[in-house]
């Protein structure tokens, strides 16, 4: 069988999505009875290494955006176009419910799937709508053919119940949760590494709190900015230690106080080697759609101190292994992280017990490879 997967928003930079299909693509890799190809934007077509693999994924010509300017969106079909009748696809999967969604309606001989990397309503429409009447109006007229468009899939995969439901209750009748995989070799408890948090201007002696992920509104970094002070003055002398990328970087960056360190970008290696040197996890997604950077906490050991919204605080909540806070509440926020600094060691004994029984990235692909087979079977 020949798997497409189209995502007009992956990037080599990008976090979730792009560890999702790297991890597909190895398993794939290893399964010789099937080709898996991945199409992203670029500067136009051609090829492009996705990440620090050696995995190219197939590239069309995709319009710039971002504050910086440095992600894209796909904007020219040709190549999937192209992909779809050279290489005789079977299954298609679009990893947006966007425009892709759009461009695949018309392909209704394929059997056609969903990977619902991120929520558009919740995560950037009805921020953007706030109370006026007349984006209110317009984000309801985009959501209604948003919905239309993914109605008549044969599968939406849902990583959490939480946006599972989300669709359920806007009429979908074609969603199926399916968890998200770990990579259980480097994400696993292990010893701290005081040099790492040293490099870092980390005090291996005092707690660190640490917040990993992509720097942007949707991520609730505003929350953690606006909570910066107030965490660096709790008794308990914590420090804080922001790592990633995104519009909010310069920001980060350009903090000067005791206690406060930006890390930028580390290769995933290192992560999980911070992972397992913190103290706590931060995390302030309240519209996570699973929460990748949240379960890879709770398998390395490490408490999460989550938004209680999205996938990120379903799994600290299922899990029971880190605190809960209002989203959105900066103050709230703080008083978690106590509530988890005076827990530390039962959360952690509890993260570590959820991410042993977690399911590993080849079980999830094997179960959705066997669902899409099936679905081809019963398509012929």
Known sequence: ?????????????GGGARTY???KAEWFARHHDHTYLV?????????????ESEFKMRTSW?????????????MDYSEADRLLEREKVDVLEVGDPWLTARWSSRRPGLVRTCMWHSDPHTAYLEPWAGS???RRLATRLVLSRVDAWHRHFDRIWCASEWVAGLLRRRGYPNVERIR???????FRPTAPDPLLLERFGMDPNRPVLLYAGRLDIEKGVETLLCAIAPLLSLPERPQ?????????????????????AFGGFVNRDELAKLLCSSTLLLATCAVETFGLGVLEALCAGLPVVSADNGGGGEQVRESGGGELFLSGDATDLVQGVRRALVRREELAARARAWGAAWPSWDEMFSAQT???LEMVHVRA
Do not use: T
């Open 39 to 51: 199409l992203g934007p670029g500067s136009g077509c051609g090829e492009a290494l996705l990440g």
């Open 132 to 134: 006026r009447l007349w």
């Open 21 to 23: 299909h790297l991890q």
């Open 370 to 372: 066997d669902a899409c």
């Open 1 to 13: 069988m020949v798997f497409l997967d189209v995502n007009s928003f992956l990037s080599p930079r």
């Open 62 to 74: 995709g319009m710039r955006y971002g504050k910086s300017r440095n992600y894209r969106v796909l």
């Open 180 to 186: 998200f995989g770990i990579e259980k070799d480097r």
């Open 240 to 260: 804080i230690l922001v790592m990633g990328r995104g519009e909010y970087e310069d920001e980060f960056r350009q903090i000067s106080v005791p206690g406060f």
